[in-house]
């Protein structure tokens, strides 16, 4: 069974299926066109026809429905908003490279 591990294309984190499927249910594989975000830079990412990530483009990006296109914002906001109470903690979240997207929030 393949498991989806890999790494980000963007920042070459370590990343795994199951925690980055945005709008799919647990434990279902991905497919072709299925994306997620990140946890680590907040890359958006799509999965070609082989199951390998690659970086939505902005074509890839403004070609989704505008459902998923809210869904991918939300999460990356998400994602931003808990690295941010971190730093207010004093504490870094375990996202080494998410801080550089700080700025964008
Ligand atoms: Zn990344």
Known sequence: MKTFAGKCPRCAAPLNGELLTVAGVPNVPPRAGDV???????AF???DNALERRELTTSDFIGLDAETRAELIQARVRILLYAAQFAQWGRRAHMPNVDKNLAHV
């Open 36 to 42: 997620s975000v990140c946890l680590y830079c907040t």
């Open 45 to 47: 990412l799509t999965f």
